[in-house]
């Protein structure tokens, strides 16, 4: 079993940045793709960005070219850097890991992330 435990929500104005980390516990071996969701209301859940265990990152255009994710396998993180922030980015951002040997997916439980115009 896998848990995934998310820091560093909050309330930001547009224009401003905010870190997100998220630390993985437990069975993590076979731990591959880890990342970052995030679902506003009224809307589906959708990628935001996602990171190999080597470190290769695919992003929603949406977030392309202003948020930046980053991996250190020593400590199980993933992280989230968010710049230049806009009231769309306002959701609530779940962390993922997919486990490769079983496969299954594991998602955090969350962090509000709310950007004020």
């Known amino acids: 079993q896998v848990q995934l435990v998310e820091f560093g929500g909050g309330l930001v104005q547009a224009g401003g940045s905010l870190r997100l980390s998220c630390v993985a516990f437990g069975s993590i071996d076979s731990i591959g793709v880890m990342g970052w969701y995030r679902q506003a209301p009224g809307k589906q859940r959708e990628l935001v960005a996602v990171s190999t265990a080597t470190g290769i990152p695919t992003y929603a255009d949406s977030v392309k070219g202003r948020f930046t994710i980053s991996r250190d396998n020593a400590k199980n993180t993933v992280y989230l850097q968010m710049n230049s922030l806009k009231t769309e980015d306002t959701a609530i951002y779940y962390c993922?890991?997919?486990?490769?040997?079983?496969?299954?997916?594991?998602w955090g439980q969350g962090t509000q992330v709310t950007v004020s115009s």
């Open positions: 993922n890991a997919v486990r490769r040997n079983p496969p299954f997916t594991f």
